[in-house]
């Protein structure tokens, strides 16, 4: 076999074996991507559901409320009419009163079952002023209740939006992310068609973990030591940040450069900067961070 020919089998094998990692990293992160999509489904429709649920409910408490305020209010009007009632039979009690009057013999018996009858028809009225008084109190509670479900429907809905608006803007930051990838990728491959491939020095200082999260922080410092420039980040181990990761730096969509963490506190994080090119700008404090998982 000529010795070009096997040259160019084995360049074939060792391409064929550089493809096969690149092609299970695409795939990898398109299921992660997918899964993540399908789980923000899965949580809007859930918060829907939920919402329909609490709208359900209200709408049944309200059903209810007013059945027992229907209810209370013919008691009320029942109780009225009792009320009414008593109030004709006292007067026809002391119509009888000053009829019983003119019976000398009968005076003394009448007074008594007339004073009788005022006492238990006074009881009467008292009772049904204190139920009256019992009715308006549970209807008020009735409203006060009815007023809560008002404002927890209102909670419902605003936490539905804001979760909405959430998510879009989670959108749009994996957009920006993305574009600054493309862009930055673009960079290389016009800076390595014109340069040529990086040396191996730069490859180092740019390999890292590739973060566990997506996340976006805000460049505090930066400090230029010798032929090193260190950039300081308001994001540590609070927010997930590990030592290892690298982040890329953008300003307005524009690719600044690579941050490669050193150095992780609470809420602060230091790293080394690299890929910088002073044609395109300088990282400097103000710029934005952004992690993108799985990705470095």
Do not use: C
Request: proline share 1%; aromatic share 4%; glycine share 6%.
């Amino acid at each position: 076999m000529h010795i070009l020919t096997k040259v160019f089998i084995v360049l074939i094998t060792l391409l064929a074996i550089f493809m096969v990692p690149l092609v299970v990293v695409s795939a990898k992160n398109q299921v992660t991507w997918k899964t993540k999509a399908v789980q923000a489904e899965v949580d809007r429709e859930a918060a829907r559901e939920q919402l329909n649920q609490a709208r359900d409910s209200h709408q049944a408490a309200l059903a209810r409320l007013a059945n027992e305020s229907s209810d209370y209010s013919q008691r009320l009007a029942s109780m009225e009419a009792q009320l009414t009632a008593s109030e004709e039979a006292r007067r026809s009690m002391e119509d009888d009163l000053l009829a019983s009057r003119s019976s000398a013999s009968n005076q003394g018996a009448m007074n008594r079952s007339l004073s009788k009858s005022l006492q238990a028809s006074t009881d009467l009225t008292h009772g049904l002023v204190s139920r009256v008084g019992e009715l308006r109190t549970r209807a008020l509670t009735a409203e006060e209740r009815r007023v809560e479900l008002d404002e927890a429907l209102r909670d419902l809905n605003s936490r539905l939006e804001t979760a909405v608006a959430a998510q879009r803007a989670l959108q749009e930051q994996i957009n920006l992310l993305k574009d600054e990838k493309e862009s930055a990728k673009s960079r290389v491959a016009a800076y390595v068609a014109r340069f040529g491939a990086l040396d191996d020095q730069v490859t180092q200082n740019t390999d890292g973990v590739a973060p566990d999260r997506t996340l976006d922080a805000t460049v505090l410092d930066v400090r230029r030591v010798g032929d090193r420039t260190l950039a300081e980040i308001d994001a540590g181990s609070r927010d997930g940040v590990k030592a290892g990761w690298v982040m890329t730096i953008g300003d307005n969509g524009i690719f600044i450069g690579r941050l490669r963490i050193t150095h992780v506190d609470i809420n602060r994080s230091t790293g080394i900067i690299t890929l910088e090119d002073s044609d395109r700008g300088l990282v400097e404090a103000g710029q934005r961070a952004y992690a993108l998982l799985g990705q470095n």
